[in-house]
């Protein structure tokens, strides 16, 4: 039978109903007078957006699937990130991006105490945990207790190494390539890296799991 | 760009609390540690920040610290660091 509203749905509000916070109407305020001003165009203005909305942890995954596979790749990922995801026509942006590595000694995870550094041009926008600052205080006061809040355990004989971007860089994790993927192709492998291994916070996914 | 510090440096983060927009972290004032690599040289964030152009350009390190150190009840491993990047203008020799 056919929804024909003799029910009362809750209210979802629409996006004006809620006021604007003072940056909403500052960053407003600030594009439109860029554009009225003739310093950039609304069209420059919308691709921006598009292109930033158009990232995700994808183009990373596929970076770090071509290091497991390709030692040379690697090496050079290791070097300049941004220059190696050009290799797979990523396009990383201009901020310089390095990635720490995962070895058996040294488990590493990043974070922005300041602020949100993020290698958002690779890896798409942060999640809004990673921007709180129940995070960004706890991650270099007590990172195993907050790993262990993501179900990850680094044992106490492996270097735990806290990366703060406080400054012009931005990092990102190479992690160790699971156990077991020995027989899975470069697409097979970048299913297996999540965002949050990228941060530094889980483990890349086992295979079959 | 002619950086101050090598790499395995032992360098003293300023314990100065000045106003305005600075990107050295709190934690670390007053801390020391090993400068781990050099990164190149970046215009002066606290100058950018309020519309200056941030020259000179200061050299970036990567410097490295016993996470053990910088907290006093760190309950985590022995051999745990963290790793901050500091502008050359934060940073002293540490005394030996």
């Known amino acids: 039978m056919a929804h024909d509203h003799s029910h009362p749905h809750p209210h979802q509000p629409d996006l004006e109903e809620t006021p604007l916070t003072h940056y909403q109407a500052m960053t407003e305020a600030v594009g439109q007078l860029l554009i009225e001003k003739g310093i950039i165009t609304g069209e420059e203005l919308r691709a921006t957006l598009e292109s930033i909305d158009s990232k995700s942890p994808a183009g990373g995954a596929r970076v770090v699937a071509r290091a497991w596979v390709d030692p040379d790749f690697k090496a050079r990922l290791l070097v300049d990130v941004n220059k190696a995801a050009e290799e797979l026509g990523i396009d990383a942006g201009i901020i310089p991006i390095r990635a720490v590595e995962n070895t058996a000694g040294v488990h590493n995870v990043i974070v922005c105490t300041l602020c949100s550094c993020y290698p958002r041009n690779l890896i798409g926008l942060p999640p809004d945990w990673y921007k709180a600052r129940s995070y960004r205080s706890r991650a270099v006061r007590e990172p195993r207790a907050v790993l262990a809040e993501f179900g990850t355990a680094i044992p106490d004989d492996v270097e735990l190494r806290v990366h703060d971007s406080t400054a012009d860089l931005r990092y990102m994790v190479l992690p160790a390539r699971p156990a077991g993927s020995e027989g899975l192709d470069e697409a097979a492998l970048a299913e297996l890296v999540t965002r949050d291994c990228m941060i530094g916070v889980t483990l890349p996914k086992s295979p079959g799991a | ?96």
């Open chain 2, 1 to 96: 760009m002619t950086a101050r510090f090598a790499i395995g440096a032992k360098v003293s983060v300023r314990a100065a609390y000045p106003p305005g927009h600075v990107r050295t972290p709190f934690f670390v004032r007053g801390k020391t540690g090993v400068v781990t690599e050099i990164m190149g040289a970046y215009r002066n964030p606290e100058a950018l920040a309020y519309g200056r152009d941030g020259e000179p350009a200061l050299p970036l390190y990567r410097v490295q610290f016993q996470t053990a150190e910088l907290w006093d009840d760190y309950g985590g491993g022995a051999a745990d660091s963290t790793v901050v990047d500091i502008y050359e203008n934060w940073l002293d020799p540490a005394e030996a």
